[in-house]
């Protein structure tokens, strides 16, 4: 499992960004896509999350401002950043959990993508 995140980049308070992210290789299941942050000196925390049922959770300090979702056919999730705000300045991961079926049953594996920089200048 691979992923590759792109989109970031530099905006000014109340821009927006679109971040992606596609998931490539085969035979696996995918049961949730999702993005986390982590500005220095803070620990990595969630974003938002989509789940295989097209259900989605987000952080209180993005709801209304930032959406998540998905092309299953192309397994690329996005996350559609609006109203940007200087404490959403952060290296932001994208994330997948996989499944596989093997013969002792399924095996869930958590992959995470290279960082992408998002910069929101006040």
């Known amino acids: 499992v691979q992923l590759q995140a792109y989109g970031g980049g530099l905006v000014q308070q109340g821009g927006s960004l679109r971040l992606s992210c596609a998931v490539s290789g085969s035979g696996f299941m995918i049961n949730e896509m999702g993005w986390h942050r982590q500005a220095p000196g803070h620990q990595r925390e969630l974003v938002a999350v989509?789940?295989?049922?097209?259900?989605?959770d987000y952080a209180d300090s993005v709801k209304g401002r930032f959406a998540i979702s998905r092309d299953s056919a192309k397994n690329t999730v996005y996350l559609q950043m609006n109203s940007l705000k200087p404490e959403d300045t952060a290296v932001y991961y994208c994330?997948?959990?996989?499944?596989?079926?093997?013969?002792?049953?399924?095996?869930?594996?958590?992959?995470w993508g290279q960082g992408t920089q998002v910069t929101v200048s006040s």
């Open positions: 994330h997948v959990e996989t499944q596989t079926e093997g013969d002792y049953g399924p095996t869930l594996l958590r992959s």
């Open positions: 989509i789940y295989r049922s097209g259900s989605r």
